[in-house]
């Protein structure tokens, strides 16, 4: 774990600048596979913050800040809501137990929620006719309250927010910077929330994975950063949503999350 997670930071990071998909797209589930859910998402949303704000000061000169207003002023209200149904669940969700093909599982409500939010990701990256679907510019409201309050939910709000903005006339420089800039909004609305209701020690006990894993993702940012071009990775991101699928499964199995 101490060297598979920064590896994986890494190369998100990296890829996050060109591919398409968002780096919280691909943390949460690497997070989902050592640690409890809520804590998952929390710990994701650290490196996601920090490299947020790393990459907001090689960017930043590109914002549009018509659209960062606009979009932003929705997912910021909603990821409050959404971080605090997550803080909510973390502490009342119920067991669920099932029996599929004569085997007994358990699983939680918190658990089948979140899967099935994974799950709907990984579709959008895996069907084209999903990731090809856009909207107009006049929606921009209802996309920050979307994927503002996915973000605030379960740390997915990247491929909503691209729905979103894909039509809203910015350049390749300007659709980054603004994105990242919407994601750091998103980001230090949830964060603290996550963070009310857990102790202090998760985040010691956890702070060298932070570190390294944070410290990679810087990396992967300013190598990611010289190469600053909207280029799609198809093969790429179909492995990222088969493996995004997977885990979505595993979690809503209650074999992953607990």
Same mark, same amino acid.
């Given at each position: 774990m101490d060297y598979f997670i920064p590896l994986i930071a890494f190369f998100a990071s990296l890829l996050t600048f060109f591919s398409g998909f968002g780096l919280g797209t691909i943390m949460v589930p690497v997070f989902l596979l050592f640690f409890p859910v809520d804590l998952a998402i929390a710990l994701a949303g650290i490196v996601h913050l920090l490299t947020n704000l790393f990459k907001i000061s090689l960017v930043r000169q590109f914002i549009d800040k018509e659209v960062l207003v606009r979009f932003?002023?929705?997912a910021l209200i909603a990821a409050y809501f959404g971080a605090e149904?997550?803080?909510r669940l973390s502490g009342s969700a119920r067991s669920v137990h099932y029996e599929f093909a004569?085997? @007994?599982?358990?699983t939680s409500t918190l658990n089948l929620l979140i899967a099935a939010l994974l799950f709907t990701f990984a579709m959008i990256e895996l069907l084209p006719f999903i990731k090809s679907f856009s909207v107009s510019k006049d929606k921009l409201? @209802?996309?920050g309250i979307l994927s503002g309050f996915s973000g605030g939910l379960s740390g997915h709000q990247g491929a909503l927010r691209t729905i979103f903005l894909v039509k809203a006339g910015m350049s390749t420089e300007a659709f980054i910077a603004t994105g990242i800039s919407i994601a750091l909004i998103v980001d230090l609305t949830r964060i603290p929330i996550y963070f009310s209701g857990m102790e202090g020690a998760t985040i010691l006990d956890n702070a060298w994975l932070l570190s390294s894993a944070?410290?990679?993702a810087f990396l992967g940012a300013l190598i990611g950063r010289r190469f600053l071009k909207k280029v799609k990775i198809a093969s790429l991101q179909t492995l990222v949503g088969i493996l995004i699928l997977i885990v979505s499964i595993l979690l809503g199995m209650g074999i992953l999350g607990h």
């Open positions: 932003g002023s929705g149904l997550l803080k004569g085997y @007994v599982g358990e409201i @209802v996309g944070t410290g990679a």
